[in-house]
């Protein structure tokens, strides 16, 4: 049987075809598929924090009236800076005026008794006591001569029950005339009482000319006005706040941390702090303290920073900021993408690129930002780490260089003048 050339010259390029195919699938094969790659390599690599944070003050106060009365005065007004002692609201004095001329003729007038009682008070009672023991001596002594007329016989002795009544009655006086001379002495009821009257006028001035003083509201330190609710003519009342006081002192930034985030943050740690209205304004800040006790409904925890140096003019109390902390840094360090971490069988792999295969290595890490890790065992420098989430352990890859660093600090940012970008912190806080 002759096969027939026709047949032939038909079926050649059909095998060709195939053939071109085949060797096309096969070179695709044997290439892999691309995957992107970062070669690790030794670089600095910062962590950081970064949330939202307010303005304090140390001390903030209110200012009220402890008196009812009218005011006459404004003296201040927000924002104003104010030092210790300052007047900063005057009420009508008209009432306390009065009241004080009163007590303080009250006083004159227990000063004018007292003085009368040691004076002319002495002398009048020294001379009835004279007097007194003058009528006693006289009655005695006509109570002796009646008494011995009467032994004699020349008087009756309804005489003597006379003479002895006499007696009886200047005794009683001259007792009564010494009683008024002791009262009148310094330790005398006299004195006492008018000694007693004299100080409680005297403390009734000393009330009146204080309730004056308060008609004077001021500032009890250095401070500036942040609320003002009073006006001239409004009649204030002991209770209600007139004006909101900051008092001076160093300037502090306090946050509301995720209680997550504690274990990486120390007192004394450094942070830059940048106000929201004023992005262009870059302060240096300290860790001063971190509160013992979590706020359970907001599961966060209360961190106050001072500032380095003097708190520019523009910051104000209550001002939003937005605060980034170093919580650690390796100077030299041995970075790769932290998204090429995976979880095998014995814990955290990576993929390494080993001639035109993707081998599974076992590695250890150490310091972790958002976006990049430290790898300290199962990479060496130099070698091809694979990016790809979907590619298995074993596949033939064909390796795509990936251009990739660790984000910078915020000290370096500063220093280049770039923006914070939340893409290279490691948290937010509440």
Do not use: C
Not at 76 to 98: K, S
Not at 269 to 298: H, W, Y
Request: charged residues 25%; proline residues 4%; glycine residues 6%.
């Amino acid at each position: 049987m002759q096969l027939r050339l026709p047949s032939l010259r038909r079926l050649l390029p059909l095998l060709l075809g195939v053939i071109v195919a085949a060797a096309a699938i096969g070179w695709f094969l044997l290439r892999g598929t691309p995957s992107e790659a970062v070669a690790a390599r030794y670089a600095p690599l910062v962590r950081t924090l970064q949330f939202s944070a307010r303005v304090a003050t140390l001390s903030r106060v209110e200012i009220g009236s402890t008196v009812t009365a009218r005011v006459d005065k404004v003296l201040v007004r927000e924002g104003d800076q104010v030092r210790a002692h300052q007047p900063l609201v005057r009420l009508e004095t008209e009432e306390f005026d009065a009241a004080l001329a009163q007590a303080i003729a009250t006083e004159k007038q227990a000063e004018a008794r007292l003085s009368g009682l040691r004076s002319t008070g002495r002398s009048t009672t020294r001379a009835q006591l004279e007097q007194a023991e003058a009528t006693l001596n006289a009655a005695r002594a006509e109570f002796a001569r009646v008494q011995a007329l009467v032994a004699q016989g020349f008087l009756s002795a309804s005489r003597l029950d006379d003479a002895k009544r006499a007696v009886e009655v200047a005794d009683a006086q001259r007792d009564a005339a010494q009683a008024q001379s002791q009262a009148n002495a310094d330790r005398g009821t006299d004195i006492a009482q008018a000694q007693a009257q004299l100080q409680a006028a005297r403390a009734g001035t000393s009330a009146a000319r204080a309730r004056k003083t308060q008609a004077v509201l001021t500032a009890p330190a250095a401070g500036r006005v942040l609320s003002r609710q009073v006006e001239p003519g409004q009649i204030v009342q002991p209770g209600k706040a007139l004006l909101g006081l900051a008092l001076s002192g160093p300037t502090q930034i306090v946050a509301q941390v995720d209680e997550r985030f504690l274990e990486q943050l120390r007192i004394g740690q450094k942070a830059v702090v940048v106000a929201d209205a004023f992005p262009g304004q870059r302060m240096a800040a300290t860790i001063l303290s971190i509160a013992p006790e979590i706020d359970a409904q907001r599961g966060s925890v209360e961190v106050k920073f001072s500032l380095d140096q003097p708190a520019p003019a523009f910051l104000r109390e209550d001002m939003t900021l937005s605060a980034e902390v170093e919580t650690a840094r390796r100077d030299r360090a041995l970075v790769l993408p932290a998204r090429a971490l995976r979880t095998g069988a014995a814990g955290e792999v990576m993929l390494v690129a080993e001639g035109r295969r993707a081998v599974e290595r076992p590695v250890r890490t150490g310091l972790r930002t958002l976006d990049a890790v430290e790898i300290l065992d199962g990479v060496k420098e130099g070698e091809s780490v694979l990016l790809a989430a979907t590619l298995k352990p074993g596949a033939r890859v064909r390796v795509q260089p990936a251009e990739w660093q660790p984000a910078r600090s915020p000290q370096a940012r500063a220093a280049s003048g770039g923006a914070t970008s939340s893409g290279i912190t490691e948290a937010m806080g509440r």
